[in-house]
């Protein structure tokens, strides 16, 4: 079973940039397939990003296509999220998860294992 530790949240003017980091133990990394999700205040939780196994794919919802990058490190059993350009609706508690396999990337219910999340708050 994998624990997933988020940071690297805070507190940015909006055009600036963040990075989340989400540090995974207690399983085989390189077996899981790692998501970013953000959940902003009275919203349901929403995708982010995905990343396959080893790093070859990366999917991402309408809003961030040119903004964030989603990337790993296997050897350091993280998984990452760039945020440029960010705006004030990218405000939200961010949370990253893993799975072995899932159907469809978007879903959280997909996936088994979920971090604490990080705040990330971005000021007009």
């Known amino acids: 079973q994998v624990q997933l530790v988020e940071s690297g949240g805070g507190l940015v003017q909006a055009g600036g940039s963040l990075k989340l980091s989400c540090a995974a133990s207690g399983g085989t990394f390189i077996s899981y397939v790692m998501g970013w999700f953000r959940q902003a205040p009275k919203k349901e939780r929403e995708f982010v990003a995905h990343?396959?196994?080893?790093?070859?794919?990366?999917y991402y919802t309408d809003s961030v296509k040119g903004r964030f990058t989603i990337s790993r490190d296997n050897a350091k059993n993280t998984v990452y999220l760039q945020m440029n350009s960010l705006k004030p609706e990218d405000t939200a508690v961010y949370y990253c998860?893993?799975?072995?396999?899932?159907?469809?990337?978007?879903?959280?219910?997909?996936?088994?294992?979920w971090g604490q999340g990080t705040q990330v708050t971005v000021s007009s």
């Open positions: 998860a893993a799975d072995p396999y899932v159907r469809s990337e978007s879903r959280a219910d997909e996936y088994a294992y």
């Open positions: 990343i396959t196994w080893g790093g070859a794919r990366t």
